[in-house]
């Protein structure tokens, strides 16, 4: 195993990914563990978290996907970073195999406190064609390429002139009907209804938009009446909601089926199939000695330590989605832990960084325990829906829902200059509009360089025709014949 020279030798509080978790534990802990002679290093693939509650605005064209983002080395100045993944966690030994994310040859991490702060990855089925298929909302990028897929797809769809073709590019696709799945469809529905407006060749009745959903409701997370009402409000905007109905295949057109009997549903062209049908555990906790639950979560107390039935395993934490927390409060998941999201991630990693501090202290701990705030979300400008739990339940939907989701998230993305630049964008954009500027060939951005670049093909030589022989006039030899048919052949500008 190759050992890497730039590790700093002290005392490690080593945090596994670097995202609502790993990012505000860093923040929190970075200058005590630094001060007292340690040092805290975040391991992650990505040089920046990702606040994805605004995915499906970045998708909608509302946010400047750089501004959903929070950049590690910005704002982490006093921790140790490594731009990397790790593969295997040894805590019997205290060491971590981490491999660089320049593809270089891996190494080994040493560390006192372990914080595992993985997150979840997009839980998919095998569903024949969906890995070719299909797009998830978990990362920028994904968001980045979903919205320029969405103004391409209008823009070249409103040239074809086969209606097979043209109905299949103007043909959108959502699979899911959580919140990721409800904020992106409609997002993308109002920044498509926004592109149409600016093209006189596509009208909106052309563009189809359809939600898929295996349960009978959408939204868990809100009332059932509020459910209701959102199932109503998507369809007054002609989205075509499908419940009780599943993506069975993929491959060529997409075949779906209804539920439970799987009866065959519908069938149909699309080249936008996005997947926002849940998540699950990042599966690297797998590769470590660490006590998992049956859906592949670290075991943990609640004051975050892990623990398995042989008891507490020292200086080792985990929190956010890749670790089943209680839920103390009693309402959570029907397995008695946390539901997965950033609310909750938010906040545990807060708890996790007091804790692991007062350890070192024997101090005593405390167990994470927050009341719900409920749940807000936005459904394209001035629309969305609201359960607030202040003064007992509160719903709301409309304006007054999409504006209580921009006050929740607009304050709750970390640090106050992403905040800054979250709401300013977001004020300008009153008055300016949405920006339905297409960005070409960012999977290709060499592509004009190369194209320069490259000589053309010289052009073939035209063939030389044959020259008919010249007959002999009276008194002249052959020759001289020749040079007087050319003479007479030259125009007269040319002399």
């Given at each position: 195993m190759a050992s890497s020279p730039q590790l700093q030798d002290r005392p490690r509080v080593l945090v596994v990914g670097g995202g609502y978790v790993g990012l505000y534990v860093a923040l929190k802990l970075q200058k005590k563990i630094a001060n007292a002679g340690g040092i805290v290093t975040v391991v992650d693939p990505l040089p920046y978290m990702t606040y994805q509650p605004f995915l499906p605005e970045v998708a909608g064209g509302n946010i400047e996907a750089r501004h959903a983002v929070v950049s590690h080395r910005q704002h982490l100045k006093q921790t140790e970073l490594i731009q990397g993944r790790v593969l295997s966690i040894d805590h019997a030994n205290r060491t971590a195999v981490v491999a660089p994310a320049d593809g270089g040859e891996n190494f080994e991490v040493p560390y006192f406190d372990v914080v595992v702060a993985a997150g979840a990855i997009t839980r998919t089925f095998p569903i024949k064609g969906l890995a070719d298929k299909g797009i998830g909302l978990k990362t920028i990028e994904e968001a980045v390429a979903l919205r320029n897929g969405v103004l391409e797809r209008i823009e070249t769809g409103s040239l074809m002139t086969d209606p097979a073709e043209r109905a299949r590019a103007l043909t959108f696709v959502v699979v899911g009907g959580g919140f990721a799945g409800i904020e992106c469809i409609t997002e993308m529905e109002d920044l498509a209804r926004a592109a149409v407006k600016n093209n006189p060749r596509v009208k909106q009745e052309e563009v189809r938009f359809v939600l898929v959903e295996a349960m009978g409701r959408i939204m868990p997370e809100v009332t059932a009446s509020q459910a209701d009402w959102v199932v109503e409000h998507l369809r007054s905007r002609g989205i075509e909601v499908l419940l009780n109905?599943?993506?069975?295949?993929?491959?060529?057109?997409?075949?779906?089926?209804?539920?439970?009997?799987?009866?065959?549903?519908?069938?149909?062209?699309?080249?936008?199939l996005v997947w926002t049908a849940g998540v699950q555990a990042n599966p690297m906790v797998r590769s470590t000695d660490f006590p998992l639950e049956p859906r592949g979560r670290v075991r943990v107390l609640p004051d975050l330590r892990i623990a398995g039935d042989e008891g507490i395993i020292e200086n080792a934490w985990a929190a956010g989605d890749v670790a089943a927390v209680p839920d103390l409060s009693g309402s959570g998941l029907p397995d008695g832990t946390c539901v997965p999201n950033a609310q909750h991630a938010l906040r545990q990693a807060k708890r996790l960084a007091k804790n692991l501090w007062a350890s070192r202290w024997d101090k005593p701990l405390k167990d994470y325990k927050h009341k719900n705030l409920g749940a807000v979300a936005g459904f394209g400008e001035w629309k969305g829906v609201a359960n607030i739990n202040l003064l007992g339940r509160i719903g709301l939907k409309g304006p007054l829902a999409w504006v209580a989701h921009r006050g929740y998230h607009g304050l709750a993305i970390p640090t106050f200059e992403r905040k800054i630049r979250v709401i300013s964008g977001w004020f300008w954009a009153l008055f300016l509009g949405r920006d339905t500027t297409q960005l070409m060939d960012l999977d290709n951005p060499r592509g004009a360089f190369v194209t320069a670049a490259t000589p053309a093909p010289k052009p073939a030589a035209a063939p030389v025709a044959p020259v008919a022989p010249v007959a002999p006039v009276a008194g002249k030899s052959a020759a001289d014949a020749a040079r007087t048919e050319t003479k007479e052949a030259v125009p007269a500008d040319s002399k």
């Amino acid at each position: 195993m190759a050992s890497s020279p730039q590790l700093q030798d002290r005392p490690r509080v080593l945090v596994v990914g670097g995202g609502y978790v790993g990012l505000y534990v860093a923040l929190k802990l970075q200058k005590k563990i630094a001060n007292a002679g340690g040092i805290v290093t975040v391991v992650d693939p990505l040089p920046y978290m990702t606040y994805q509650p605004f995915l499906p605005e970045v998708a909608g064209g509302n946010i400047e996907a750089r501004h959903a983002v929070v950049s590690h080395r910005q704002h982490l100045k006093q921790t140790e970073l490594i731009q990397g993944r790790v593969l295997s966690i040894d805590h019997a030994n205290r060491t971590a195999v981490v491999a660089p994310a320049d593809g270089g040859e891996n190494f080994e991490v040493p560390y006192f406190d372990v914080v595992v702060a993985a997150g979840a990855i997009t839980r998919t089925f095998p569903i024949k064609g969906l890995a070719d298929k299909g797009i998830g909302l978990k990362t920028i990028e994904e968001a980045v390429a979903l919205r320029n897929g969405v103004l391409e797809r209008i823009e070249t769809g409103s040239l074809m002139t086969d209606p097979a073709e043209r109905a299949r590019a103007l043909t959108f696709v959502v699979v899911g009907g959580g919140f990721a799945g409800i904020e992106c469809i409609t997002e993308m529905e109002d920044l498509a209804r926004a592109a149409v407006k600016n093209n006189p060749r596509v009208k909106q009745e052309e563009v189809r938009f359809v939600l898929v959903e295996a349960m009978g409701r959408i939204m868990p997370e809100v009332t059932a009446s509020q459910a209701d009402w959102v199932v109503e409000h998507l369809r007054s905007r002609g989205i075509e909601v499908l419940l009780n109905t599943s993506l069975d295949n993929a491959e060529g057109s997409l075949k779906l089926i209804n539920l439970p009997d799987k009866t065959p549903a519908q069938e149909f062209e699309s080249d936008t199939l996005v997947w926002t049908a849940g998540v699950q555990a990042n599966p690297m906790v797998r590769s470590t000695d660490f006590p998992l639950e049956p859906r592949g979560r670290v075991r943990v107390l609640p004051d975050l330590r892990i623990a398995g039935d042989e008891g507490i395993i020292e200086n080792a934490w985990a929190a956010g989605d890749v670790a089943a927390v209680p839920d103390l409060s009693g309402s959570g998941l029907p397995d008695g832990t946390c539901v997965p999201n950033a609310q909750h991630a938010l906040r545990q990693a807060k708890r996790l960084a007091k804790n692991l501090w007062a350890s070192r202290w024997d101090k005593p701990l405390k167990d994470y325990k927050h009341k719900n705030l409920g749940a807000v979300a936005g459904f394209g400008e001035w629309k969305g829906v609201a359960n607030i739990n202040l003064l007992g339940r509160i719903g709301l939907k409309g304006p007054l829902a999409w504006v209580a989701h921009r006050g929740y998230h607009g304050l709750a993305i970390p640090t106050f200059e992403r905040k800054i630049r979250v709401i300013s964008g977001w004020f300008w954009a009153l008055f300016l509009g949405r920006d339905t500027t297409q960005l070409m060939d960012l999977d290709n951005p060499r592509g004009a360089f190369v194209t320069a670049a490259t000589p053309a093909p010289k052009p073939a030589a035209a063939p030389v025709a044959p020259v008919a022989p010249v007959a002999p006039v009276a008194g002249k030899s052959a020759a001289d014949a020749a040079r007087t048919e050319t003479k007479e052949a030259v125009p007269a500008d040319s002399k």
